[in-house]
């Protein structure tokens, strides 16, 4: 797209004082330092910052970012229009200024005007049921899928659900669509890259074809969740049933045309059942299937709602995924009311706010997402701004190679927020390995993803153990444990989680809040007599007593 009229300059001065501030703030600014940050190529970049070619808009706003940089002034500065992004609480409007004024001014309520900012007009929709809603749509999909919706849930002392599941069964008189209807769906959705792919290969692309993910790597719903283009992602596995294999891609890729735009800003999900798998099989009223799976607690953003104050009001963040201590995160922001912020490759601040928008490729976008989250915190604690949020950062972050490595640390080591950290049991590594193995044809070999596992922990717990002795960090900032093993070894081909980890997730989080009631809420009555609606407020009385707790080993 050409530019017009002065919308070069307006470019080349904003994207050179990004540079600018890029390398103000310590990091690397040239072209191919960039692009690497980016996912982008370096000549690529440099025809963007010398406005020889006009950007994307994407790489405006990520280059914004990486700069440390407001992404709506720079856009702003240019002359276009912020992309749409959605964020927790996004859907609900604005109270007028005035109104916000004259019911603060009335003192009816303490904090009144930070309670209403926060108030959404909806909670937020898991993936399965966004993908349901789209599919039964009165469109052309309408009557070609039966949809059935479910939870699978885990936990012994403290069940609950681990993960939410949609599966689309073809209905009997449903055919297939074939490449040409595929290509033109994928035009009307606005995605004709996909819908080449799909013409060009019959609707089954190749391993290196834009199709959607293969089945996913981690099999709660951890996948990317933004994929969009339509190829099927498994060519050699037979299909049982009365389906054969390119039927069945077909039907896949229909139903990932028609629910992309639902699914663009709903968290991590993963599409599963695919032919060669076998995790969910059990959980399907046909295989393989099309299964669209969820963890809604951990794989999904939530807004603050009446928020818990605390007299020392820092955020928290939790270095953890869903075999350590990802759902105790999300189980300890629902009791205490605040924002859960899981860091993805879509993380991105938006007018003051953490949203979801379009992922960069996983690999960068991951590390984007985490450098972006940690500086929002970091510039809010700054501005005396309390951010009630709990932020979520799995330990692959830390695993990175290569100039930004030391960089991702130390925006932990240094970060304002309280840290908590649980070192895993070995057993539920060895359980999340094996469960990856069910669930994708491909990818990391499990041993490779163990040993970068165990090197980001390692990774971790030194710059922990760093920021303890630095003067400058309080002695009561973080909060180490470790998950106990577990008294018998997980089955890996069960889609519930093994008992104990969900009921040690339960026990985590209960075990946070009594430290935060030591050393954040003195003088106040206990944060766990006032807990917010939530599943631990449910289990209070059990929890309270549950010697397990107190067991919790401390690093």
């Known amino acids: 797209m050409a530019f017009r009229g002065d919308e070069r300059e307006r470019v080349r001065s904003a994207l050179a004082a990004c540079r600018t501030a890029l390398a103000a703030s310590g990091g690397r600014a040239s072209d191919s330092a960039i692009g690497k940050a980016l996912g982008y190529h370096h000549e690529t970049v440099r025809k963007w910052i010398g406005a020889e070619r006009r950007p994307e808009p994407l790489f405006v706003r990520s280059l914004a970012e990486l700069a440390g940089l407001d992404p709506a002034r720079v856009l702003a500065d240019i002359g276009w229009l912020p992309p749409r992004e959605e964020g927790p609480g996004s859907g609900a409007e604005p109270f007028p200024p005035a109104v916000l004024t004259a019911l603060t001014a009335l003192g009816a309520l303490d904090g009144l005007e930070d309670r209403l900012r926060t108030l959404p007009s909806a909670p937020p929709r898991p993936a399965p049921v966004r993908a349901a809603e789209a599919v039964l749509a009165q469109g052309p999909s309408a009557g070609r899928f039966r949809v059935a919706l479910t939870h699978v849930r885990s936990g012994e002392v403290y069940p609950a659900s681990s993960s939410l599941l949609a599966e689309f069964e073809p209905a009997a008189d449903a055919r297939p669509l074939s490449a040409p209807e595929l290509a033109a769906r994928a035009l009307a959705a606005g995605l004709p890259d996909a819908g080449t792919e799909a013409a060009r290969t019959g609707g089954n692309g190749g391993p290196d074809a834009p199709g959607p993910p293969k089945p996913a790597r981690t099999a709660n719903g951890t996948a990317n969740g933004t994929a969009t283009a339509v190829g099927p992602t498994a060519t050699a596995a037979p299909v049982s049933g009365s389906l054969s294999a390119e039927e069945h891609a077909r039907f896949g890729a229909e139903l990932r045309l028609v629910t992309a735009g639902a699914l663009r800003a709903a968290g991590e999900w993963s599409w599963q059942g695919e032919p060669g798998t076998s995790l969910w099989r059990g959980t399907a009223r046909r295989w393989p299937a099309h299964l669209l799976v969820q963890n809604d607690r951990t794989g999904l953003a939530r807004p603050a709602v009446s928020p818990r104050p605390l007299p020392s009001p820092r955020p928290m963040v939790v270095v953890g995924a869903v075999w350590s201590v990802a759902y105790a995160a999300a189980l300890l922001a629902e009791a205490l009311g605040w924002e859960h912020v899981p860091v993805s490759s879509a993380s991105a601040v938006d007018r003051g706010r953490v949203v979801h928008s379009d992922p960069l490729d996983r690999r960068t976008g991951r590390l984007r997402g985490w450098a972006v989250v940690a500086r929002h915190l970091a510039d809010r604690h700054r501005a005396h701004d309390p951010w009630p949020a709990v932020v979520v950062v799995k330990p692959y972050v830390f695993d990175a190679e290569g100039p930004y490595a030391d960089g991702l640390l130390s925006l932990l080591r240094d970060t304002p927020a309280r840290i908590v950290y649980a070192r895993p049991a070995r057993a539920y590594v060895d359980w999340w390995e094996a469960r990856r193995d069910l669930t994708a044809l491909g990818g990391t070999p499990g041993p490779r993803?163990?040993?970068?596992?165990?090197?980001?922990?390692?990774?971790?717990?030194?710059?922990?153990?760093?920021?303890?002795?630095?003067?400058?960090?309080?002695?009561?900032?973080?909060?180490?444990?470790?998950?106990?093993?577990?008294?018998?070894?997980?089955?890996?081909?069960?889609?519930?989680?093994?008992?104990?980890?969900?009921d040690?997730?339960?026990?985590?989080?209960?075990?946070?809040?009594?430290?935060?009631?030591?050393?954040?809420?003195?003088?106040?009555?206990?944060?766990?007599?006032?807990?917010?609606?939530?599943?631990?407020?449910?289990?209070?009385?059990?929890?309270?007593?549950?010697?397990?707790?107190?067991?919790?080993?401390?690093?």
Not at 479 to 486: A, F, G, S, Y
Not at 527 to 555: I, W
């Open 449 to 502: 993803w163990a040993a970068g596992t165990w090197q980001a922990l390692e990774r971790v717990e030194d710059v922990l153990r760093e920021r303890r002795r630095h003067a400058g960090v309080p002695a009561d900032s973080d909060l180490l444990l470790e998950l106990p093993e577990p008294d018998e070894p997980p089955r890996a081909r069960r889609a519930a989680w093994p008992g104990q980890l969900m």
């Open 504 to 555: 040690d997730q339960f026990r985590i989080c209960w075990r946070v809040l009594e430290w935060l009631d030591q050393v954040a809420n003195r003088g106040r009555a206990s944060l766990l007599r006032d807990l917010r609606p939530s599943p631990v407020a449910d289990n209070a009385g059990l929890l309270r007593f549950d010697q397990r707790v107190r067991e919790l080993p401390a690093r």
